[in-house]
T-cell receptor, first 114, second 114 residues
């Protein structure tokens, strides 16, 4: 988990509330990612960003929003429009140059919405 | 479009026996292939990768994987399994057309019995 921090580890919210998940990296990586993990479904890409002030939708972006104002930070907002937000959320980063395309993951945030 | 298949939800092996976790992929360009491991309630940890070069790649904790272009496979192997290898394993693929988008398989749970 080294180099990427996610907070908090556990998060509880009431239905209808927006919630923002934090992701910070000190690896000086250009690219950052948000994934959602549900049992038996592996990781699904929500958003990714290759560079500051730019990001692209992944496969399941509906109901989520992101920003990339700083290289080190890539916060994810789970909006009230996300129909099934309870999940384990993972942030990752990669240098994405040379031979270094592997991703480094944070410890994850488990979000429970009731 | 990229895709990854891990055909086995679970693999059971006895400690000391060789293990194989299977992965097949589909990409439009040259593949970048990865294996990651996840322990309960943790982020993913990078094990090994194939970008180019030798088809047999060696990674962390004694794991290795063989890239087979004709069979579009990248199976993970270890000559002698340990109980501590029990975890969830993910295969992932990126193409080299830019964008750093990575697709993960659904994961294979490995149980190593003492």
């Amino acid at each position: 988990d080294g180099g990427i921090t996610q907070s908090p580890k556990y998060l509880f919210r009431k239905e209808g509330q927006n919630v923002t998940l934090s992701c910070e990296q000190n690896l000086n990586h250009d690219a950052m990612y948000w994934y959602r993990q549900d049992p038996g479904q592996g990781l699904r890409l929500i958003y990714y960003s290759q560079i500051v002030n730019d990001f692209q939708k992944g496969d399941i972006a509906e109901g989520y929003s992101v920003s990339r104002e700083k290289k080190e930070s890539f916060p994810l907002t789970v909006t009230s429009a996300q129909k099934n937000p309870t999940a384990f959320y993972l942030c990752a980063s990669t240098q994405g140059t040379g031979n270094s395309y592997e991703q480094y993951f944070g410890p994850g945030t488990r979000l429970t919405v009731t | 479009a990229q895709s990854v298949a891990q055909p086995e939800d679970q693999v059971n092996v006895a400690e000391g026996n060789p293990l194989t976790v299977k992965c097949t992929y589909s990409v439009s360009g040259n593949p970048y292939l990865f294996w990651y491991v996840q322990y309960p309630n943790r982020g993913l940890q990078f094990l090994l990768k194939y970008i180019t070069g030798d088809n047999l790649v060696k990674g962390s904790y004694g794991f290795e994987a063989e890239f087979n272009k004709s069979q579009t496979s990248f199976h993970l192997k270890k000559p002698s399994a340990l109980v501590s290898d029990s975890a969830l394993y993910f295969c992932a693929v990126s193409d080299n057309t830019g964008g750093f988008k990575t697709i993960f398989g659904a994961g294979t749970r490995l149980f190593v019995k003492a």
